[in-house]
């Protein structure tokens, strides 16, 4: 993602000015990124470091600095129902819901990769029976999916991670098998396997590393649709459970005190935002970066 | 036409052959298990469980149950709820209409927005509206809807007290203005994500069209900007929104079960969350295929659209 890459004023447009730049677009996608990645790298270091730093625990209840507003007196983001240091709160939570998006995308990617890549290298009827596979799980909506199966589970941090893997790697192994259905008509493959390669050194040696590209940009818009499915149970009560904090069960018990303590709400929703458009923000970077067809009339 | 709607329809139902097994799988192969509502309390006897199990067919093998299911799922018996004893179908009846009136009254307003942003943003190509337009999609697709509705319930509810914070009308008023009153909110949330994917999509698409060969022969015929827009890009732009709509279903779902949560709407949204606190499995299972269903009519409905809307594809499939 270096700036070293943008060599696009050989074109000219008739507009002038600086949002007509002919670079722009470029510049645009890579100041996106570059947003992206910044925003991941903070919160990660907030998340990771920040709660050392801060006077108090997250879970260090003061019951006479109830419902204490932001900025009003000795917690900086203010209380909760409890008195708890909302600002602690939110960095702890945030270790959870970024550790189970990153968890969860590993595993969904390792899920994801390998059914496209076999259903994109033996395309006859395993391919076939795979990717029917993949487009009737993707006929269930997302979120009735993980409902359904989350009311059924003893929920826990390693169980949900699990969960939003199963019900996420649908769209990895599309990407990749399409990927490896193009790539397998190459050259390379040809020569591989005139050299007598065996499939499987072909399919993770040549082919894998030639569809990297695609497959980390899948990873990484992963990682903000797994961060944002866990806010999504946590607050409808199916996710992770209290005492443990996530910024999508912070919410749960905020709408409730809508009125009193809009900051309960607004806050942990609004770090849920930041983490989600900064990986979507980098991922698209990402794609436009790696990407050398890229369009850039 | 007729091969490629057979062949539609063919793949269709096959693809929700397998959707059932799916569904059939997940609710019998999870821990638990639909005979887990009862065991829970500890107060049955095994001989109550085993009796129970005899009675609901809890205790064949597999194959037969799944068999036997889908024969009385696809003969209309979905069969009933075990809270309340009501026929499955039923109770989804009644709680679709809302959730319908909500979806399809978002998407014709994310349609008309997103496709002037889209349009707009397309003919002002990188021009300061673009790259709003462009950020604020990406900002859209990222906000939990959860936490969107509780928004808009803290500022046009509680702060400016515009807006009803929930319910599809006030009791004892049924006025079509009451109701109306009470879906500004629940829709606003909904089109957000949905206006967000329109837009991207319009743009994208009419970008394509623009560098066609006939736009350009439009423009050295002589006509207008506006009749070159309207009547020969537009219209071609539009042609791929068919697709994304249909395939939009399952996000629209997810969405609307999310914004009745928050808003109380009474849909099925808020039906299906609600039998999953009880443990009502032919409710459950009866909306997610359901839900299922819609997505895949969706999904059919726009190939076939699709296929009426453009000659070409119709004659090559």
């Known amino acids: ?297 | 036409m007729s091969a490629f709607l057979l062949r539609r329809f063919g793949q269709a139902v096959l693809l929700l052959l397998i959707v059932s097994m799916i569904g059939f799988a997940i609710l019998h192969l999870a821990p638990g298990g639909p005979m887990s509502q009862f065991a829970a309390g500890g107060e049955m006897s095994q001989e109550d469980l085993d009796r129970i199990a005899e009675q609901l067919g809890l205790n064949r093998p597999l194959p037969v149950q799944y068999a036997e299911w889908l024969w009385r799922m696809l003969s209309g018996d979905w069969g009933r709820s075990y809270r309340d004893g009501q026929p499955v179908t039923a109770i989804i009846g009644s709680h679709v209409g809302a959730t319908l009136q909500l979806m399809a009254t978002s998407t014709l307003l994310a349609m008309l927005i997103g496709a002037w942003i889209g349009i707009v943003g397309a003919i002002r190509r990188y021009s300061l509206f673009d790259s709003l337009a462009t950020v604020g999609a990406m900002v859209a697709l990222s906000i939990p809807t959860f936490w969107f509705g509780l928004v808009v319930i803290y500022v046009f509810s509680v702060w400016l007290g515009w807006l009803p914070s929930g319910n599809r009308y006030t009791i004892g008023d049924g006025s079509l203005i009451n109701q109306i009153h009470h879906m500004i909110g629940p829709v606003m949330v909904l089109a957000l994500v949905s206006t967000a994917v329109w837009s991207r999509y319009m743009r994208s698409s009419m970008l394509e069209v623009v560098n066609q060969d006939y736009i350009r022969t439009a423009r050295a015929k002589g006509l207008s900007q506006r009749s070159i827009l309207i009547r020969h890009a537009l219209r071609n732009a539009l042609l791929p929104m068919i697709t994304i709509t249909g395939l939009h279903v399952p996000t629209l779902l997810s969405g609307a079960l999310v914004t009745e949560t928050v808003f109380t709407w009474p849909g099925m949204g808020r039906l299906f969350l609600d039998s999953i606190s009880y443990r009502d499995y032919p409710v459950v299972m009866g909306i997610l295929m359901f839900s299922a269903v819609l997505v895949l009519i969706g999904s059919l409905a726009a190939d076939l659209l699709y296929g009426a809307a453009d000659p070409r594809i119709a004659r090559s499939g």
């Open chain 1, 1 to 297: 993602m270096s700036a070293s890459d943008i060599s696009v004023e050989t074109l000219s447009l008739p507009q002038s000015g600086f949002w007509h730049r002919p670079g722009f677009k470029r510049f645009r996608c890579h100041k996106l990124a570059v947003f992206g990645a910044c925003g991941i790298a903070l919160l990660t270091l907030a998340c990771v470091f920040g709660p050392m730093l801060l006077p108090y625990s997250d879970t260090f209840i003061d019951i006479r600095q109830r419902f204490a507003p932001p900025l009003s007196g000795p917690h900086i983001l203010g209380t909760d129902p409890l008195g708890r240091d909302l600002l602690a709160r939110l960095l702890m939570a945030g270790r959870i819901s970024l550790a189970v998006g990153f968890c969860a995308m590993i595993i969904a990617m390792a899920i994801g990769v390998c059914v496209g890549l076999i259903a994109g290298f033996y395309e006859g009827v395993i391919g076939a029976a795979l990717m029917r596979f993949v487009d009737a799980m993707l006929c269930f909506p997302s979120i009735f999916l993980l409902l359904a199966i989350s009311a059924l589970i003893q929920p826990s941090v390693p169980s949900i991670v699990l969960l939003i893997a199963m019900t996420s790697w649908m769209e990895v192994a599309r990407v990749v098998e399409a990927q490896i259905r193009s790539l397998k008509t190459r050259d390379f493959v040809q020569a591989a396997v005139s050299f007598g390669a065996s499939n499987r050194r072909i399919m993770f040696r040549e082919l894998l590393p030639n569809a990297i590209a695609p497959i980390v940009v899948a990873a990484t818009l992963n990682v903000a649709h797994a961060i944002l499915a866990e806010s999504y149970i946590s607050f409808l009560g199916y996710g992770i459970q209290p005492p443990t904090p996530s910024w999508g069960n912070m919410l749960e018990s905020a709408q409730s005190y809508l009125t009193r303590a809009p900051w309960l709400a607004i806050l942990p929703g609004a770090a849920i935002t930041l983490a989600v458009t900064s990986f979507n923000f980098a991922g698209d970077g990402l794609r436009d970066t790696l990407d050398p067809r890229m369009d850039l009339s």
